[in-house]
């Protein structure tokens, strides 16, 4: 005897776009989770021609039962063969866990680990906060998620400066907002410069990203304003789909 | 070593772990390559928050499998009155008159408006309304108990015949989808020897009539 054909599915929802626009959200990998994610910028007032980096990291523990880190690392430049590059680790507790909404505090060091012929680079440090929430009810399907992130940090966090960098300290902040269950955007202060990104999540059940960051809009940096175009792919492998 | 100076080391090593994590190393490079480009933008500070791992998922939600079939915002399950008017006709049109007998009186029945609320949530919960017509508790016990003499365990038995109560009056299509799963996870959860025995069990033939004629006005 065959089933009827239900009128409803659940299905796994559409990878989420990404609502942070070159600012770090507080909502980290947890065990399970891992992610690699491809960068390709346009040319910029320091660098004469486009680059690409990548930078991959995975999750340990758990963020809700008690604390998760996060470890992740890549290479600076593909041009250079990856010639210089670096490991930073993340912690974060998701403190409200709710239908109506998330709130996660985390913090991070980047260039914790660091190799290549560029010379030290800063240790970069931050912590911040970020609250999601959905607009719509969860049962419609589209929960329609906004979320904020603010924090502090030094160096790339902290405005420019020539000197000394990474004693400067700064904020940031951004808010994002889903536009349909594949697209996000967003926009904030990155610490260093405004962005504003277009995210888009072109597979339901492939965890695949692409987004299209504008860096530094008002070319307040040395680098000036830039195009960024990234590609990540983050699942969980405990899954068989994307959580 | 004594145990005092093994302390004493110890505590050291975790002053100088903490200071080196800390306190500042003195101004370093800001290199120019995408990690850093535009600030923040590509650079491995950043980790998950550039994939889906750094944004919290609320649209898990039921997807309509019919174009003719809307999810509301509330979760409920509309259409448009025509098809609910055809749901109607569906319901009461089964294959044979030994099963119009058997369903009838229990699609059709109409709860009084007062009654509404209390009775959906008893139904959802398998049960009927304590005070149901007689006549319809009745024939919903005997629904189950030809469902039970087949194999299917009384819970279950009970709560499918409970969702069939009135089917045909709904104003939303919530009761024939939960009808339809369990139906369904009758199916998929019975054994061969309780499947082959319901083919021939003339209550769940007469339910499984009357759900797949409604569910056939709904397109795919």
């Known amino acids: 005897m065959d089933p009827i054909p239900p009128l409803v599915a659940i299905k796994p929802p559409w990878p989420s776009p990404n609502l942070n626009p070159g600012v770090p959200s507080a909502f980290i990998a947890n065990w399970g989770d891992f992610y690699i994610t491809g960068v390709a910028a346009t040319a910029g007032n320091q660098r004469p021609d486009g680059d690409g980096s990548f930078v991959g990291g995975l999750g340990l523990g758990s963020a809700t039962k008690a604390v998760a880190v996060e470890v992740n690392g890549g290479c600076g430049s593909f041009k250079d063969f990856c010639g210089n590059g670096g490991l930073g680790f993340r912690i974060g507790r998701v403190l409200i866990k709710k239908p109506t909404g998330w709130l996660a505090f985390a913090a991070g060091w980047q260039n914790a680990v660091q190799w290549g012929y560029e010379g030290d680079q800063d240790n970069i440090y931050s912590a911040g906060f970020s609250y999601a929430f959905p607009l719509r009810p969860i049962k419609s399907g589209f929960g329609q998620t906004l979320q904020i992130n603010a924090g502090i940090g030094n160096s790339t966090f902290a405005p420019y400066s020539a000197t000394n960098s990474e004693d400067q300290i700064g904020g940031f902040a951004s808010i994002g907002v889903e536009l349909s269950p594949a697209v996000g955007l967003s926009a904030g202060w990155s610490g260093r410069g405004a962005n504003a990104q277009l995210s888009y999540s072109p597979f339901r059940n492939i965890p695949m990203t692409l987004s299209l960051l504008g860096a530094d809009l008002f070319n307040q940096n040395p680098a000036g304003t830039v195009a960024v175009f990234s590609v990540s792919w983050g699942t969980n492998y405990l899954t068989p789909n994307f959580p | ?220």
């Open chain 2, 1 to 220: 070593m004594p145990p005092s100076t093994n302390h004493r080391s110890y505590s050291l090593g975790l002053a100088l772990a903490f200071a080196a994590l800390v306190l500042p190393l003195g101004a370093r490079a800001q290199i120019a390559s995408p990690f850093n480009a535009g600030g923040n933008s590509g650079n491995n500070s950043l980790g998950s928050s550039t994939t889906s791992i750094g944004t919290p998922d609320f649209s898990r939600g039921p997807v309509s499998q019919s174009k003719d079939v809307t999810v509301e915002p509330d979760g409920s399950l509309t259409t448009s009155p025509e098809k609910l008017a055809e749901l109607g006709e569906a319901l009461r049109s089964t294959s044979s008159q030994s099963q119009a007998e058997l369903l009838a009186p229990v699609v059709g029945f109409s709860l009084r408006n007062q009654e509404t609320e209390l009775a959906s949530i008893t139904l959802a919960q398998g049960l009927l309304p304590a005070n149901s017509n007689p006549q319809l508790l009745t024939q919903t016990t005997k629904l189950a108990n030809q469902l039970v003499d087949s194999g299917v365990e009384p819970l279950k038995a009970n709560k499918l015949v409970s969702l069939l109560v009135g089917l045909e009056r709904q104003p939303n299509l919530n009761q024939l989808s939960d009808a339809i799963t369990l139906f369904n996870q009758v199916i998929r959860e019975s054994s061969p020897e309780i499947l082959n025995s319901l083919r021939t069990n003339s209550a769940f033939v007469a339910i499984s009539t009357a759900l797949r004629s409604a569910r056939s006005i709904f397109g795919s």
